[in-house]
């Protein structure tokens, strides 16, 4: 009996050891209490703050990080990130909840790279911006046939189809002369838009974000602008073509930083598709009208990517630990561009991951 009580107590000794890391899927209310438990563990350096409310009142949180929490220090760059815009794709929402977990318990341990990312950086962190959509779709939950179930928010409204059209003036700018950045936004364009979208377009305008990057699934490849091509219609037909941005260099050595320290992205092959570098221009692949990427670009010179991060939309529980290590030495390294990339013009890593390509059903954003 004596040797069993050992085996036990070893065993709750590794229990309590590993336990901290639970790799599971976030409802609503587990996700908040997530957040402010990770708040609680790292009262200094975080902060929770609700940016609105969705069409059905739930709140839009986002858990910053920062050595200030709540205050801009001169000179110190906003960098944010965005999951589960589409409700039914909910890798994201649950690799930045591990992230929220791992910068703190990392920021504890005195690890002096994330030490250095969190003194250096405020870092804004929105783990769900559709989360109407993803209880819809987590009802369904996974291994179902039911696709776009969830996607839309709960007046039926794909929010990346929902921010206002700034490309129109842009295109037009480019050749007819005007501004090619900061443009403004409509006169009414509360009105057109959909609660979770204002929410975020309040969001952007208060903070002076310069870098970010939306997570999405459905396949594997970082997009980055613009998802508008400039013909985008053309008798009935989207028209695709590659539409880079005047900031196209940086724009993909900002999605090959991703794509070549995930485990597996910069392969190219995935989900039945290839793309090359596992980067792609948004319109390139498919033109897309009213995204948040391009908004970002155009309205506040903020440059975000989209990361389409999984073949499955909602994948399932078994998978989301070799999803995190797949994807946790990218989401440090993009943080980490915001002062290597854009201040300085320099440097993305050898991939310190390989993992063996994940197989999966050929879908699309
Ligand atoms: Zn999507």
């Not at 587990?30 to 739930?58: D, F």
Request: charged share 20%.
């Amino acid at each position: 009996m004596p040797g069993l009580l050992s085996v036990s107590f070893h065993l709750l000794l590794l229990f309590k050891l590993v336990a901290p890391v639970t790799f599971r899927h976030h409802h609503y209310d587990q996700l908040v209490r997530t957040l402010y438990k990770v708040h609680n563990e790292c009262p200094y350096v975080t902060r929770v703050y609700s940016i609105g409310r969705s069409v059905k009142g739930r709140h839009l949180y986002v858990l910053e990080f920062s050595d200030y929490p709540g205050i801009h220090e001169p000179l110190e760059p906003e960098v944010k990130y965005v999951g589960n815009m589409h409700g039914n794709e909910v890798l994201g929402r649950e690799l930045l909840l591990q992230l929220a977990e791992f910068l703190c318990e990392e920021f504890r341990n005195g690890n002096q790279r994330i030490v250095r990312l969190v003194e250096g950086t405020r870092v804004h962190i929105l783990p769900s911006m559709n989360p109407d959509g993803y209880e819809v779709a987590a009802a369904q939950g996974a291994d179902s046939s039911g696709y776009l179930v969830g996607r839309n928010n709960a007046n039926g409204v794909d929010l990346n189809r929902n921010f206002p059209d700034l490309n129109t003036y842009i295109y037009y700018n480019e050749k007819h002369g005007g501004p090619n950045h900061h443009l403004p936004l409509p006169d009414n364009w509360k009105s057109q838009v959909e609660p979770e979208t204002q929410a975020v377009i309040q969001w952007i305008r208060s903070f002076n974000f310069v870098l970010s990057a939306n997570l999405h699934g459905g396949a594997v490849v970082a997009n980055y602008p613009y998802d508008k091509s400039l013909e985008h219609r053309v008798r009935g037909f989207r028209h695709t073509a590659d539409t880079p941005t005047p900031d196209d260099k940086l724009f993909q050595k900002l999605a090959k930083v991703y794509s070549y320290a995930h485990g597996w992205m910069h392969q190219g092959w995935n989900c039945g598709d290839y793309f090359p570098d596992g980067i792609t221009n948004g319109a390139s692949w498919y033109s897309l009208s009213k995204g948040m990427q391009d908004f970002n670009y155009l309205h506040s010179n903020c440059f975000e990517i989209t990361l389409e991060l999984s073949c499955d939309k909602f994948p399932r529980q078994e998978e989301l630990q070799r999803e995190w290590l797949g994807n946790r030495e990218a989401l440090i390294q993009f943080l980490e561009q915001v002062t290597m990339a854009i201040t300085s013009g320099c440097c993305f890593q050898v991939p310190t991951l390989s993992l063996p390509q994940h197989l999966g059903l050929t879908q699309r954003q």
